[in-house]
């Protein structure tokens, strides 16, 4: 007790040496703490992030495969032409089976498209401005063999290769004529590439969020005399099976805001009502057109686990999983900048302190070599000297590593909310592991220092210390 009372004693005699080693070890061990908790904050948050994102990924044909199984044949036609032909079909999930396979627990979101055309007794068609090669030609309502004329079929097989099989012209013999365009549905239209990257901006009202909600172009609702608000009622393209009419409700108007390279080259589609999937899917229109399904896949680790499922769920020979991690890793890239550079100020500020406190105690061992001699030559000994001087440092160090803890934990919220505003919410707590990894800092700063005085103790004897004092 005599040695740990000495020890305080001596924290107040030194006032000046001792303010000056804990400046030192409390701002090393403060820009070690904020440091180290930036670091943690960032990783963390570069998971919640990278959460929110997932890998997209899709179905498609695996051509290469498709070509080395079944060999694309060429035909020489009587006037010399060649009609290359691929004699197999690989066969497309249907909406039900995309629902199927949305169910596994490797998918974290699937996004939606598909679309088919609509017709109404009230509604005028808008005329649309697209290029002669991409014009809509409306074959609806056509016999068998009003369509081999069309389409300049010389026999029924020839019809089936024009219109891609038999189910295909059954279809199109079924299709009513007189589209007034087509009904779109998608999962989040604010995700889909059109309103994403403005190509399409909405001009009034909200995308639809309920069933039987729609959004129009405003060309459609110029020709039409169509609001925000108003019903509409359209049916299926089937004429043998959609005959009645639907309501669907207007909540927003859109505008097309292609730039002119675009326009000119894919033209404008005025006559397309978006609304959403499930509408689409629970209207009981026929001949709904599956045109893209995105699966958002947890982590790049699920891939490969997604895709031995869909074949386990019978997904075709001729389809791969095609996926892309860029934007998965991307979104995270200056998480793991600011992640780095937090990593390398920690490690910086923690050797430099380490040698400041080493310096420091080094020169104030050899100031206090004096008073070791005199201790040493009054019978005290070494290990209690030794346990005196550790007091000192010990104390210096709790009250450093104390005070840092508390600015720390006040200056961790502002510090994290600035550099992280745009990926963490406002108000982080100072991590756990960052008041652990201060105090293990603390500890070998503690041990250092310590290390110093046993040293200069050890060494010499007492008259040899005294002597070159005199």
Request: with cysteine; hydrophobic share 40%; net charge negative.
């Amino acid at each position: 007790m005599y040695i740990f009372k000495n020890s305080l004693k001596n924290l107040g005699r030194n006032k000046g040496r001792n303010l000056i080693l804990f400046l030192i070890a409390f701002l090393t061990l403060l820009s070690v703490t904020l440091s180290f908790s930036i670091r943690t904050v960032s990783i963390l948050a570069m998971e919640r992030y990278k959460g929110s994102f997932g890998v997209p990924a899709r179905l498609e044909v695996n051509w290469e495969k498709l070509n080395r199984d079944h060999p694309v044949t060429e035909t020489v036609n009587a006037d010399g032409s060649i009609t290359m032909e691929q004699n197999f079909e690989v066969p497309a999930p249907d909406p039900s089976e995309y629902a199927s396979y949305a169910a596994s627990p490797y998918v974290k979101q699937m996004l939606y498209h598909a679309s088919c055309s609509v017709y109404s007794a009230s509604l005028e068609q808008v005329d649309n401005h697209l290029p002669e090669s991409y014009e809509i030609t409306d074959v609806g309502g056509k016999s068998k063999e009003e369509l081999m004329e069309f389409f300049q079929a010389a026999t029924d097989e020839e019809l089936y290769d024009i219109v891609g099989g038999k189910e295909a012209l059954k279809r199109m013999m079924d299709t009513k004529p007189g589209a007034i365009g087509s009904l779109i549905g998608f999962t989040d239209l604010s995700l889909l590439e059109d309103f994403a990257k403005e190509y399409r901006k909405l001009e009034e009202g909200t995308f639809p969020a309920k069933e039987k909600e729609c959004i129009i172009s405003n060309q459609f609702a110029r020709k039409n005399h169509l609001n925000v608000g108003d019903s509409i009622s359209i049916s299926g393209p089937s004429a043998s099976m959609d005959q009645t009419e639907l309501p669907f409700t207007i909540v927003g108007i859109y505008g097309d805001y292609f730039n002119a390279a675009t326009g000119a080259e894919l033209g404008m589609v005025y006559g397309d009502i978006f609304t959403t999937y499930d509408t689409l899917i629970n209207s009981g229109f026929h001949y709904i057109d599956m045109l893209d399904a995105e699966f958002i896949l947890h982590t790049p680790e699920c891939v490969a686990l997604f895709e031995k499922e869909l074949y386990e769920k019978g997904v075709s020979e001729y389809q791969k999983l095609v996926y892309s991690i860029e934007e998965y890793e991307n979104c995270t890239e200056p998480l793991k900048n600011i992640s780095h550079i937090a990593e390398l100020f920690t490690l910086s500020a923690s050797l430099i302190g380490m040698s400041i406190i080493f310096m420091i105690a080094f020169i104030t061992i050899r100031e206090r070599k004096y008073e070791i001699g005199v201790l040493r030559s009054m019978g005290m000994k070494k290990a209690g000297i030794a346990r005196g001087m550790m007091y000192e440092i010990i104390l210096l160090m709790i009250a450093a590593f104390l005070i840092s803890t508390l600015a720390g934990s006040l200056l961790t919220k502002p510090i994290t909310s600035l550099l992280l505003k745009d990926f963490t919410e406002a108000g982080t707590a100072l991590p756990v592991t960052s008041v652990l990894f201060s105090a293990a800092i603390a500890s070998i700063l503690s041990l250092i220092s310590g290390l110093c005085a046993v040293f200069a103790i050890m060494r010499d004897e007492p008259v040899k210390i005294l002597t070159e004092r005199n």
